[in-house]
């Protein structure tokens, strides 16, 4: 069962577009949502992080929107650069339960065209 | 601060031999996490550890694999008679404290031939 759902597999944007991930999740328990990056051969790096007591968190040019009803959360990134092209993974977490273990979604591999 | 160290970064095994993982947590930190992330997929959590203590190990397949973090020296992710689909990425992470984020390493990749 996979409790973390993420779209698109892979996306291509020029320059300065806004490519925006998708996620979605299936358990309520879950209250603690973070984004990765990963670069190749590299490990995920923690990008910005979001709990659903808001339903958008901007951090520079990456902004999580969060919709607790739908059970869904998404990465907007403004003005995208070609140093942003890497793998994003969206992931969750149940804080009050094992909060130290972290689902993941499937990733979306991003591709900014100069 | 030297990051989370992993090594091997590449590992190359055939079919039936052990391959054994190494992750030196940050500086100050006691808690470590290990990771697999298969071709095109998430990484998928695998177990939890603090010094001399396996605290959750419920992402760990049941047999041939272990995992270890003593006193002195790196946390040991140990695969035993490694077979194809074994091969993946292993990351490991660590923090100061499990209510903590936590910080990956650069992974072993894992090659069974």
């Known amino acids: 069962q996979q409790q973390v759902k993420q779209s698109p597999q892979s996306l291509i944007v020029q320059k300065g577009g806004i490519p925006i991930i998708n996620c979605a999740y299936e358990?309520?328990?879950?209250?603690?949502f973070p984004w990765y990056q990963q670069f190749p051969g590299k490990g995920p790096a923690l990008l910005i992080a979001?709990?659903?007591?808001?339903s958008e968190k901007k951090e520079g040019r990456f902004t999580i929107s969060f919709n607790k009803s739908a059970k869904q959360f998404s990465l907007h990134i403004m003005d995208s650069q070609p140093g942003d092209s890497a793998t994003y993974f969206c992931?969750?977490?149940?804080?009050?339960?094992?909060?130290?273990?972290?689902?993941f979604g499937k990733g979306t591999l991003l591709t900014v065209n100069p | 601060n030297a990051g989370v160290m992993q090594n091997p970064r590449h590992l190359v095994r055939r079919r039936g031999q052990e391959a054994r993982l190494r992750c030196s947590p940050m500086?100050?930190?006691?808690?470590v996490y290990w990771y697999r992330q298969l071709p095109e997929e998430g990484l998928k959590f695998m177990v939890y550890?603090?010094?001399?203590?396996?605290?959750?190990e419920s992402g760990m397949p049941k047999e041939r694999f272990s995992a270890e973090f003593p006193k002195e020296g790196p946390s040991i992710l140990r695969i035993q008679q490694v077979v194809r689909g074994d091969s993946a990425a292993y990351f490991c992470?660590?923090?100061?404290?499990?209510?903590?984020?936590?910080?990956f390493g650069s992974g072993t990749r894992l090659t069974v031939v």
């Open positions: 992470a660590s923090s100061q404290d499990k209510n903590y984020g936590y910080t």
């Open positions: 992931a969750a977490e149940n804080s009050g339960g094992s909060n130290y273990k972290l689902t």
């Open positions: 550890l603090q010094k001399e203590n396996i605290i959750d």
């Open positions: 979001i709990r659903p007591d808001v």
């Open positions: 500086k100050g930190h006691s808690h």
């Open positions: 358990n309520t328990a879950f209250d603690y």
